[in-house]
């Protein structure tokens, strides 16, 4: 599907929880003398104007990040990525997941972002392209699961997959199972992230009674208030295989905070 466009979204409360979460696993996989290999499934343009029309149409940033930025210190590694993010771009701009990683990681990392969307891989070459060191960066125009099994177990073997569809496609939630299972089976000691919405029906049961099955995941969900009228998400799940350690402690952490926030009503 590629009418998907993400900037209509960046900076809501789901992107909070996940890239959030994200940031915090990055930043411990760093602390070790060790490199990494970062892939990402669906990485969408990688950098956002949150004065942008398309955002301020939904008013879903203003929900979102505007809110909950203040549940970071600036030592937390996401408001260290939303601040150099920030510091290059002007202060409307918010960091998709790649520019959060290639914020985090170092030199010796290596990222692979694949993107089908045509303008928006456009924008992704812009938005990554930077002087100075940083971790070396692969851009890939195909399909996202087909990429991230052709690279599974990547070189270095150490490191972390997210998973991020649009689920615009109802055969998403059971595609992205088996792309999990699949990806667990080729790389046992990688970490996978798998975000997804929480809507009315609950699609994404059925997915997650498939990946219960793997030993030691985490499982995050929170809710919050729909942005606007008719918004049908209600919430957003993040998980988690082979989580580093301290996640489900930050995970908990989030959590608290998205509690202080109104019921969401479905």
């Not at 549940?71 to 990525?81: C, E, G, L, V």
């Not at 992704?124 to 890939?140: S, V």
């Amino acid at each position: 599907m590629l009418s998907y466009q993400h900037i209509y979204h960046a900076g809501n409360l789901a992107d909070v929880q996940k890239h959030a979460l994200l940031a915090h696993a990055l930043d411990y996989l760093t602390q070790k003398p060790k490199p990494l290999s970062y892939i990402e499934t669906h990485a969408g343009r990688g950098l956002y104007d949150l004065a942008a029309p398309e955002a301020l149409k939904t008013g879903e940033a203003q929900a979102g990040i505007a809110r909950a930025g203040a549940w970071f210190d600036a030592a937390h590694p996401y408001a260290r990525a939303l601040a150099a993010t920030r510091a290059a771009h002007g202060a409307t701009a918010y960091p998709g997941s790649p520019l959060i990683a290639d914020r985090l990681l170092r030199p010796e990392d290596t990222i692979h972002l694949a993107e089908l969307h045509p303008q928006e891989h456009a924008a992704l070459e812009t938005a990554l392209h930077r002087p100075g060191d940083g971790p070396t960066l692969r851009l890939y125009k195909r399909d996202g699961a087909e990429l991230a099994l052709s690279l599974t177990p990547p070189e270095p073997r150490r490191g972390l997959c997210l998973i991020d569809p649009s689920y615009e496609v109802k055969d998403d939630y059971a595609g992205m199972a088996e792309l999990v299972l699949k990806l667990h089976r080729k790389w046992p000691v990688g970490i996978v992230m798998l975000w997804y919405p929480l809507l009315e029906g609950a699609p994404h049961d059925p997915m997650l009674a498939r990946l219960a099955a793997i030993p030691g995941s985490l499982r995050h969900e929170v809710r919050f208030p729909p942005a606007r009228s008719g918004h049908r998400m209600h919430g957003s799940g993040l998980f988690t295989v082979n989580p580093p350690y301290g996640l489900a402690k930050e995970a908990a952490r989030l959590s608290e905070r998205f509690a202080t926030l109104a019921p969401a009503r479905h």
